[in-house]
């Protein structure tokens, strides 16, 4: 659905149409990024800017929310466009995708304040996070399969 003839990643016009608070979910456990005012950017860079005005109308036309289009600059100097959900537009939302998110990613929307201090404790404690490779090795693992990870432990 998302990929074309070539393997690049497009986004559909019809998106609206299959778009639900459990896609939304996995939307953010997979490009989103947490703000600190509190809400949630969609990390939307491999789009070009009318696909990502399509997704952008797609969340208000089936959650009512209002995004931003933010134009930031790689370091090669092209600008790609993210999608920013604000933080009033996600805490009208959070009630409904917050099932569909595993607890791993409650961070990216601003949710389990506890989460922090705990991860805080725990990488203190554990010889993991102790700068060796392990922990890099970690990183990348999550990275790379976190998506299919998360996809397994929810369904």
């Known amino acids: 659905m998302f990929l074309d003839e070539a393997g690049a990643k497009h986004i559909p016009t019809n998106i609206a149409e299959e778009f639900t608070h459990r896609s939304l979910a996995f939307l953010i456990m997979d490009d989103g990024q947490q703000v600190k005012r509190g809400g949630v950017t969609l990390c939307t860079d491999s789009f070009d800017l009318e696909e990502v005005n399509i997704l952008k109308e797609a969340l208000k036309l089936n959650f009512n929310l209002d995004t931003n289009i933010h134009h930031k600059k790689s ?58 490779w392990s922990y890099w090795y970690l990183v990348f693992f999550l990275r790379r399969y976190g998506e299919l990870l998360c996809f397994f432990i929810l369904n």
């Open 75 to 132: 370091k090669n100097g092209s600008i790609y466009e993210r999608i920013y959900i604000p933080k009033a537009g996600l805490d009208e939302i959070k009630p409904s995708i917050l099932p569909h998110i595993h607890d791993s990613m409650l961070y990216k929307i601003n949710a389990g304040i506890g989460f922090k201090q705990k991860y805080r404790r725990f990488r203190k404690q554990s010889r993991i996070w102790n700068g060796n």
